[in-house]
Every structure is written in structure tokens, then in C-alpha cells.
């Protein structure tokens, strides 16, 4: 999986609410926080707002609630747009929602909308469309992947376990251009869980005339935000962003076009960019050490964690513990981050990274607090194999790692395949690398041994990475299943939502557990290394949720 949520029913108190609330411009009753609306002023615009990027992944769908993967998730920010958007800091700002009023006990949540958004084909974008798409996510027959995002919404699991109508969620169009929405629990972040694809719009008429053809192309999909989406066929590797001369705040929009193209090679990357025809291009390995003085250098980190997941349903020799152990410690996470990357990525110590999310009360990094899982010991790793080959009864292994097909995860694949070889008699790994959207439904539909997977963040909560651990999130694969871990998890989210150091040590417990048995095997928390043109101002650069926002970019004379 590859982005993730906040915790369906997460509450930190509601004097943390009203702080986080705060931090982001608004408060309990009418709110007319800081919004998404951009200005040109001041800023030396060159006449040719063009702009082409290269990004690692196709697009997988145009359709917010179906969309699983982090590149699309980027790709829908810039030509769609909810109730609020995330700012440079990953704050979310209102931006549909001009008026957000927020009941006393946090429960019940009013969106005053512009009145000025438009659809692409020209229709109001109106309170109607929040309710349709809401009431569609959470429709058993949608089978949406992130419909359990929605479960602090009165009557949500109810209804996705099939025991009440879509039409009974707690949202209401209280008229064209209001809308109430009712929680079972007071949600600290939900409204930066409205900054996040599955919480947008969908206007009805459209996607009931496009049938099963909405959203497989950019002729099949409506635009609401600052570009429109064209010359996406479905399959292809290039399109592009054109600006949306009706979105409502098109005159502080500069770029113009935004095309984009699909390089998985980091040659090919570095050459369009060095003749002139890549403005933006991602690197890594040798070349990303090579540029590290190139004055369009530039390090992103990600909270995100790549790791391997196993079949625990299909692959009955992963449930030995000591196998998994011994895959674990042979694997130099140093090593792997700084010489096989060398992208600015972080070797993994854990699930939860260093420098995300701190103690509300004490000011600890969970990281700090949780300590250090994962060390490097051939030796042991070696025993623990030939122990486990022991309990297995078996002289040879042979399992099948999954990878995505661009550069990089090309290199983890290689290497973990080859320190595992190497090192572990009778051990056979077959790596394949295939497109992201195919390594994903490979992992939904369990077909594979081992992935090479990991799990980004859509907000700054340690749940928003742990979640991954529960055996009832859509993207454990697998799954790896510990009903301590599960019950930890639950309980940090309902029964101890509002103590925080309990909730706290829940978060701390789970990990813990999932880690000493290694359910996962971390490997490093992600960064990119990006070549981007000096003159490409204003690009906003999130670690958490979509990735980038070309909204208030321009490119400078």
C-alpha cells in the first residue's frame, strides 16, 4: 500500500483538538481560517509558464476512490480539489470550504462551500457531489480500498458492513452549498483527512453517465481544481496538467501546462534534464552521489517506510519466526541507504522514522521513545537460518520476491536478493519487477511470497504508519495477524483516544511486538533526489499525502 490514513475513529481530547484547530487557522464555531488562495504578486514571472517533470509510476485511476497509490494520489492534487488542501507546512487550509463551523463537543462539522467552484464541464461543484461520493465509498458494491477511512462517520461501518443503506452515512446537503457532516467520536485530524483523495467530490451525473468507464482516462474524468487532466489514455506514460481557466482562483494559477512523463531509467532522467527537456527529474544511486553539488540539487524526505511483506496465508515456511529473523539481520540497512541509494533515505531502526511526530505532552520523538529494532549480525543471521531450515525439515528454500520497475527499487530488489543468497545456503529468492499498479493488486490479491512494499503517511501521527500492522487494514497483505497488536492499535484509537500517554505506550507496545516477531521487515524511510530547475519557483513539497502541489508554482524570468 502506498499511502496511508489517520485512524478511523483517532481522538487525542478535545483540548488537542481545539490546538490542532488553531494550528490550522480555525476553531470551535465559524471559521474563516487562512485559505488556499494563491497571489502572483511580487514575483517575476518568465512569458513561458511550461513546465515537464518526470515522475516513476502511471497513473492507476481517475477515480478518487479507487486510487491505492501514492503517484496518482500527487497527480489528482493538481487537477482536483476538496474540502481543504495542505499547505507548505502539511497544514491542512480550507479550500472548497470557505466556512467550517465545529460543534462544542467536536462531533459535528458544518462546510460552508464557495459558490464559485466549478466542475470541467462547467457544473457548480456543489455540497450534492460530497454526499455522492461520500455514500459511494463507503457502498459495499464500491469495494473502495480506503472506505475504512470513514468509520468515525455516524453509521459508516454499519453500513460498509452491508447492514445499513448509503443513503443513512451522517452527511447531509443541508442545501446546494452546506454541508453537515455527524462523527461517532470527536477526530483530532479530520480535516486534514479532507485533503486527502478519497474525501473529494464526485459529481453524479457524470459518473453514472461514464458508467464503468469513469475515471479510466482523462476524456472519462472531470476536473475541480487548479489544471485539467489530458492526454491520459488509461495506460499510457504521459500527460499533461493545462491550467483550468475556471477554477476559482485561476488568476493567481502561473504555469500554464504541466507535462508530464513517466522515466523509470535515472539515465534517462539526467539526460532530459541536462538537454533541457525534463525540468524536474529524479535520481538515485550512483548518479543522485555524483550531482550532490549541482546547483538544481535538492533532497525530499518522505514519512514513509519501505519494507518486505510476507504471505503468511499462502507461504506456510514465512510463519517461522527464526527465517524471518535471520532475513532481517543479514541486511546491512546502512549499507543500503547510503551506498546502494545514496537518495538522502534514512536506514530503518523501526517502523515509525526519526524527526515525525512527537509526545504532545512529554515532547519525545516516538522514534527515541521506541528505540532501535533492527541491527545487523551475519553471524546470528546465519544460525537462526540453519535453525529454522532445521525446524522446516527442509535442506533448500526458494521464495519469490515482488518489486515495482523503476530504478531504485530495482537496486533494494537486487540487493536484498543478493545478501540474501549470499549469504544463506540453499536459499533461492527470484526477483521480479513489474509496474507499481501491478505490484499492488499482486499484493491485494496474494499473489506473491515477499514484497518489497512500504507505507506513507497522509498525516503526522504515529497511527497513520501503525495502522499498516492491523489485520484488518486493507493493505496488510499477508496478512501478518497479532491480536495484541490489533487490540493495541483498536484501543489507541477508541478506549484511550483521549489519554495521550496511553495511547502513547499503545502505539510504543504494538510496534514493539510486530518488530521483536518482525511481521514486517523495515528496511529505510524514503527520500528523493531531485535535479529541479533553479527559475521553477513555488513548488510545495509535502513528506506527508500527495507529494507535490504546482499550485503557486511558476517559473521565474
Known sequence: ?????????????????????????????????????????????????????????????????????????????QYLEGLYRLDEDNQPVPALAEETNISEDGLTYTFKLREDAKWSNGDPVTAH??????????????????????????????????????????????????????????????????????????NQTFVEEMGSNYGTSSDTTLSNGPFILTGWDGTNQAWSYEKNSDYWDAENVALESIDVQVIKEVSTALNLFESGGLDDAILSGEIAKQYVDHEAYVVEPEARTNFLQFNYTDVPMISNEKLREAFSLVLNREELANTILGNGSLPAKALVPHDFVTNPVTGNDFADDAGDFLTYDTEKAKQLYKEAKEELGVDTIELALLADDDETSKLVGQYVQGELQNNFDGLTINLTNVPKNNRIEKGQSGDFDIILGGWG???????????????????????YKNEKVDQLLNDAETINANDIEARWKDMLDAQAIMLKEKGFIPLYHTAEVHLRNPKLKGVEVHSVSSRYDYRNAYVEE
Not at 512569458?47 to 489528482?76: F, K, P
Not at 454499519?158 to 445499513?164: K, P, R
Not at 504515529?462 to 500492522?469: H, T
Open 1 to 77: 500500500m502506498e499511502i496511508n490514513k489517520q485512524g478511523a475513529s483517532l481522538s487525542i481530547g478535545l483540548a488537542l483538538i481545539a490546538a490542532v484547530l488553531a494550528a490550522c487557522g480555525g476553531s470551535n464555531g465559524d471559521t474563516k481560517s487562512t485559505n488556499a488562495e494563491g497571489s502572483n504578486e511580487g514575483k517575476n514571472h518568465a512569458s513561458d509558464q511550461t513546465i515537464s517533470v518526470g515522475v516513476l509510476n502511471e497513473l492507476s485511476t481517475g477515480d478518487t476512490l479507487l486510487v491505492s497509490d501514492i503517484g496518482t494520489n500527487t497527480a489528482m492534487n
Open 129 to 202: 457531489d460530497f454526499v455522492y461520493a461520500w455514500r459511494q465509498a463507503v457502498n459495499p458494491e464500491k469495494a473502495a480500498p480506503y472506505s475504512y477511512m470513514f468509520t468515525s462517520v455516524v453509521n459508516a461501518e454499519e453500513i460498509i458492513n452491508g447492514e445499513m443503506k448509503p443513503e443513512e452515512l451522517g452527511i447531509e446537503a443541508v442545501d446546494d452549498y452546506e454541508l453537515k457532516v455527524e462523527l461517532n467520536v470527536p477526530v483530532s485530524y479530520f480535516l486534514g483527512e479532507m485533503a486527502f483523495m478519497p474525501f473529494f467530490p464526485q
Open 457 to 479: 503517511a497522509i498525516l503526522p501521527d504515529a497511527i497513520n504508519l501503525l495502522d499498516i500492522m492491523n489485520s484488518e487494514t486493507t493493505f496488510n497483505n499477508g496478512p
